[in-house]
T-cell receptor
Framework: DAGVTQSPTHLIKTRGQHVTLRCSPI?????VSWYQQVLGQGPQFIFQ???????GRGNFPDRFSARQFPNYSSELNVNALLLGDSALYLC????????????????FGDGTRLSIL | GENVEQHPSTLSVQEGDSAVIKCTYS??????FPWYKQELGKRPQLIID?????GEKKDQRIAVTLNKTAKHFSLHITETQPEDSAVYFC??????????????FGKGTKLSVKP
């Protein structure tokens, strides 16, 4: 079975531009979470989605938005890019469904390395 | 909100020795504690997790202990091997009504196992 897949793997943008990152969860997983990992730090939670609805939001500005599609894939959008947005963006999936409120393992993709010039 | 502290930030051991990484959390309602291993340039990989109704869990050379009273949990790796070298992250999460909650990560421990 394929794991969590993310695209693109690397991306270079300039300040002020916008970016869209994509994530496909593990087959059968209905919940997707997004994290930002700055070099030398642990991942920081951005969003969680389940059944196309936002179920959680971290402490990130409104320039960050996301959505989930009927096939459970997800997109993370970042507008008006700043130098500080340079990071590894990780997507993680978990089962969701009737077990949404239980403690389910989250499995990560390889991430998208975003560099802002 | 939840805060997770992780120590040490770097750890160097000889092959065959044991390694211990410790984390403390602030929110007593947290009830799920996973550990991830991240090799350079790769994804975080779940290596073991523990729920708040359990005090200890073991999987081959890896074990995790949880002390809910003190709000700390630890990762123990025995008989370390060079391939155990990586950055290890602890995390905490609480599940509450209407949301599955989100993982709060520590800052990581860089483990180096010397042959």
């Amino acid at each position: 079975d394929a794991g969590v897949t993310q695209s693109p793997t690397h991306l270079i943008k300039t300040r002020g531009q916008h970016v869209t990152l994509r994530c496909s969860p593990i087959s059968g997983h209905k919940s997707v979470s997004w994290y930002q990992q700055v070099l030398g730090q642990g991942p920081q939670f951005i969003f969680q989605y389940y059944e196309k609805e936002e179920r959680g939001r971290g402490n990130f500005p409104d320039r960050f938005s996301a959505r989930q599609f009927p096939n459970y894939s997800s997109e993370l959008n970042v507008n008006a890019l700043l130098l500080g947005d340079s990071a590894l963006y990780l997507c993680a999936s978990s089962l969701g469904g009737q077990t949404l409120y239980s403690n389910q393992p989250q499995h990560f993709g390889d991430g998208t390395r975003l560099s802002i010039l | 909100g939840e805060n997770v502290e992780q120590h040490p930030s770097t750890l160097s051991v000889q092959e065959g020795d044991s390694a211990v990484i410790k984390c403390t959390y602030s929110d007593s309602a947290s009830n799920y504690f996973p550990w991830y291993k991240q090799e350079l340039g790769k994804r975080p990989q779940l290596i073991i997790d523990i729920r708040s109704n359990v005090g200890e869990k073991k999987d081959q050379r890896i074990a995790v202990t949880l002390n809910k009273t003190a709000k700390h949990f630890s990762l123990h790796i025995t008989e370390t091997q060079p391939e155990d070298s990586a950055v290890y992250f602890c995390a905490a999460k609480k599940v509450y009504g209407g949301s599955q909650g989100n993982l709060i990560f520590g800052k990581g421990t860089k483990l180096s196992v010397k042959p």
